[in-house]
């Protein structure tokens, strides 16, 4: 008597949830169990720093679909709640506890899909465990966090410090200011978002300091202190600064621990290491989003850069490939885009700095440019910067401007994709029209100056 | 005695003041004396429909550079209000007038660069003559329809008839409609914007009819008709409409009438045929911006695409190659973007039916999809349409949505530049995060359909 064939998910967020769905489309007759730890599925945790801010209400509007609809209309069982503490993918069959009556169960699959994201770094220092002390990464973090500032504001009681200067520090500081908090960085590197060069992070200094945030840069964080077991204070390396609230978000880590410990080879930033069709290094066994690694496209090298648009696509290949697909997934180009206050910023390939890392030699062209046609109201100053090698070739690119007009960074995506040189990048028949860009694109003079740097004339 | 060596430029707008600037630039020893008929010198001309509907308060802020800059900074001799009346290359003089006093001269050249540009094309139609009937193109044209109709609206005479549905058709019936007049459009093709296929068009006419103005399509105007000199309505081929101004924009004819008559050759909308050095047929004469044709880089044929970010480049081009470069224009792709109300409209590549007239097979995917995070304050719907080979090479793009959504557009050109297929298009690391994008990207799932629909599945 033959069952019907059956795949396991690990995790229901972004790669999880978009793995058994594409599965599910391709093949009706699989059966297909998700589990997931927390008790959201389907959601967009790239959304919690704007629920938090207050620009999102609800976090049921974060909610793409719920654990019914998956149910019923996809045929999919979500299981909320339940933690697998245990894979055994030569053996098909995985151990769960469910996390409200603590029963523990084993679960037989066919093929498994790992999509268990990633948490935030807890750094070694003490303290972490205060009242008043927050991380981001779950819904029910996000609600926590909106909760707790708003309660501070209500009591006078504004001071908060964001350690760390990624992407999710500068958003969270922005939406604690937006609640009316009084917001300080402390971040141990001498400049926020690492994936900008120097140059360009400066921009993002100054946007944090004319919106209030107080940034302490190249001073790490050594403890939290605390006051009746509440958050008081936190002390870096050079003072102590006052703080009713203390957000960590020193970055991310997969959650690999399960893979490895079945065995999994592990990749870049000791992620689950797949290949361009998502198999991990056991043939019955998947891996998608968080705690995925990839490719980078332009260094060739191995890369763990978790983002919820790489979750949701790699997860549509390892779901399409567990149901007898073969989809790939062709790597990454690291491209970042995020808005601080009023300033917006993208990115995308190699800095500077990362590619001398990869070994690849490179200079950079920064130019600032009017974003519209000069008399067109708000029209503002944009500047690119394009990383190029000493032949030309385009091998990465940064933006920082008007919030509306660092989506061009979409054009430098195409050009990086297509191995395009800065002559090729000036020849785009970009588009023109005064309220969206001035007569020569602030990337076609970026490319132009990029191109008399290289052969060392002036413009 | 050896004199310098004279480049002559014909017209002072963008690719004129480009052209004489390149070649100033290049060669110090230069004697360069550029003639323009009209009043002003490096303006925007693209800026005229937010000049009259008020968002650009003076025609001063469209100017870039004055005469007098260019002849204190940039020893570029400008003399506006001056008319060159004919060309003489073998002999290497032209006749100019001055328009002032009436006299005629001639001036000798070594190199000559006709940046004549273009004219509003006059419809074969009575009553072009009354007072009322206004046309677009200089900056005198924009006062005066500026301040006809702040005068009309100050008598309560509101009646305003826009003569055809191009982009400048469409920019000033926004920018009539700022100023207090109630439009309507007369375009007698059955949609606005020819360069859009008829489904994006489409949406264009809805946010039209949602801002009040009228639109009667696929009518042809037959007559303006005036009363004591004065235009007071509007025949089309189908009704009368009351008119207290007319404005006729059916588009623009090169002014390429010069060169034909000293025996230069014309190409595509008979302007001036120029090679991508922008040499015209005669080897003293270059050609550049909106009185010369150009290449489109997909259907390889020659084309009449005046557009200002062009004029600019093309005049660059001239004036290096006129100083002894060898610089390349390398063709367009008809990229084009505009803002019609709160409804951004963008373009490049082939439209369905313009790939059917290049006699290349096409088929066409369009898509709806979220411009942001469904939960971001904001979020609209954005169109995207995908025109492609039965190979799936990239043909043509176009998008409509959002005004801060459809810059996406330089991503789609530089695809096309590329020679991409869809399938290329759907591997691109595009920027994700909510206030820019949704995790899918438009663009993505415009490519993911292409994908299907090329190869007959669901997706």
């Given at each position: 008597?033959?069952?019907?064939k059956?795949?396991v998910?690990?995790?229901?967020?972004?790669?999880?949830?978009?793995?058994?769905?594409r599965?599910?489309?391709?093949?009706?007759d699989?059966?297909?169990?998700?589990?997931?730890?927390?008790?959201?599925?389907?959601?967009?945790?790239?959304?919690?720093?704007?629920?938090?801010?207050?620009?999102?209400?609800?976090?049921?509007?974060?909610?793409?679909?719920?654990?019914?609809?998956?149910?019923?209309?996809?045929?999919?069982?979500?299981?909320v709640?339940?933690?697998?503490?245990?894979?055994?993918?030569?053996?098909?069959?995985?151990?769960?506890?469910?996390?409200?009556?603590?029963r523990?169960?084993?679960?037989?699959?066919?093929?498994?899909?790992?999509?268990?994201?990633?948490?935030?770094?807890?750094?070694?220092?003490?303290?972490?465990?205060?009242?008043?002390?927050?991380?981001?990464?779950?819904?029910?973090?996000?609600?926590?966090?909106?909760?707790?500032?708003r309660?501070?504001?209500?009591?006078?009681?504004?001071?908060?410090v964001?350690?760390?200067?990624?992407?999710?520090?500068?958003?969270?500081?922005?939406a604690?200011?937006?609640?009316?908090?009084?917001?300080?960085?402390?971040?141990?590197?001498?400049?926020?978002?690492?994936?900008?060069?120097?140059?360009m992070?400066?921009?993002?200094?100054?946007e944090?300091?004319?919106?209030?945030v107080?940034?302490?840069?190249g001073?790490?964080?050594?403890?939290?202190?605390?006051d009746?077991g509440?958050?008081?204070?936190?002390?870096?390396?050079?003072?102590?600064?006052?703080?009713?609230?203390?957000?960590?978000?020193?970055?991310?880590?997969p959650?690999s621990?399960?893979?490895?410990?079945?065995?999994?080879?592990?990749?870049?930033?000791?992620?689950?290491?797949?290949?361009?069709?998502?198999?991990?290094?056991?043939?019955?066994?998947?891996?998608?989003?968080?705690?995925?690694?990839?490719?980078?496209?332009?260094?060739?090298r191995?890369?763990?850069?978790?983002?919820?648009?790489?979750?949701?696509?790699?997860?549509?290949?390892?779901?399409?490939?567990?149901?007898?697909?073969?989809?790939?997934?062709?790597?990454?180009?690291?491209?970042?885009?995020?808005?601080?206050?009023?300033?917006?910023v993208?990115?995308?390939?190699?800095t500077?700095?990362?590619?001398?890392?990869?070994?690849?030699e490179?200079?950079?062209?920064?130019?600032?440019?009017?974003?519209?046609?000069?008399y067109?109201?708000?029209?503002?100053?944009?500047h690119?910067?394009?990383?190029?090698?000493?032949?030309?070739?385009?091998?990465?690119?940064?933006?920082?401007?008007?919030?509306?007009?660092?989506?061009?960074?979409?054009?430098?995506?195409?050009a990086?994709?297509a191995?395009?040189?800065?002559?090729?990048?000036?020849?785009?028949?970009?588009?023109?029209?005064?309220?969206?860009?001035?007569?020569?694109?602030?990337?076609?003079?970026?490319?132009?100056?990029?191109?008399?740097?290289?052969?060392?004339?002036?413009?």
């Amino acid at each position: 008597m033959s069952r019907r064939k059956r795949l396991v998910v690990v995790g229901g967020v972004a790669a999880g949830m978009s793995a058994a769905s594409r599965a599910r489309r391709l093949d009706p007759d699989l059966e297909i169990e998700v589990f997931e730890r927390s008790g959201f599925v389907s959601y967009g945790s790239c959304g919690l720093p704007y629920f938090v801010g207050g620009l999102v209400r609800e976090p049921g509007e974060l909610v793409v679909y719920t654990p019914e609809f998956f149910r019923q209309k996809r045929d999919i069982a979500v299981h909320v709640q339940h933690e697998v503490t245990a894979i055994h993918p030569d053996e098909h069959y995985l151990e769960v506890r469910d996390l409200v009556t603590g029963r523990q169960r084993q679960v037989e699959f066919d093929t498994l899909i790992l999509a268990t994201g990633a948490r935030p770094v807890e750094p070694p220092i003490p303290g972490l465990d205060l009242k008043g002390v927050h991380f981001l990464r779950l819904v029910e973090d996000g609600i926590a966090i909106r909760e707790h500032a708003r309660a501070l504001v209500a009591q006078g009681r504004r001071k908060a410090v964001v350690i760390g200067g990624g992407y999710v520090g500068l958003e969270m500081a922005e939406a604690l200011v937006a609640v009316g908090m009084e917001v300080a960085i402390v971040e141990r590197l001498p400049q926020v978002m690492p994936n900008l060069d120097r140059e360009m992070a400066e921009l993002v200094h100054d946007e944090l300091r004319r919106h209030g945030v107080a940034l302490y840069l190249g001073e790490g964080a050594r403890a939290v202190l605390g006051d009746g077991g509440r958050v008081r204070a936190l002390d870096t390396d050079a003072r102590t600064l006052p703080a009713d609230l203390v957000l960590v978000a020193v970055g991310v880590r997969p959650n690999s621990e399960l893979a490895e410990a079945a065995g999994i080879e592990l990749g870049a930033g000791r992620a689950i290491k797949v290949d361009e069709f998502m198999r991990t290094s056991h043939p019955a066994v998947y891996a998608a989003g968080d705690c995925a690694d990839t490719v980078h496209r332009v260094s060739g090298r191995r890369a763990y850069i978790p983002l919820g648009t790489t979750a949701n696509k790699q997860g549509r290949v390892a779901g399409e490939n567990a149901a007898g697909g073969h989809a790939r997934f062709p790597g990454v180009l690291g491209t970042a885009i995020v808005k601080v206050f009023d300033l917006g910023v993208a990115r995308t390939g190699l800095t500077t700095r990362e590619a001398a890392l990869a070994g690849l030699e490179a200079a950079a062209t920064t130019i600032r440019h009017g974003s519209r046609a000069h008399y067109y109201p708000g029209a503002g100053k944009l500047h690119v910067r394009l990383v190029h090698g000493p032949d030309g070739r385009l091998l990465g690119a940064q933006m920082a401007g008007p919030v509306d007009a660092v989506l061009r960074i979409d054009a430098l995506v195409a050009a990086l994709h297509a191995g395009m040189t800065v002559d090729q990048l000036y020849e785009l028949d970009l588009a023109y029209a005064p309220p969206f860009a001035p007569v020569w694109d602030p990337v076609l003079v970026a490319a132009r100056q990029a191109m008399n740097a290289i052969r060392g004339v002036a413009d």
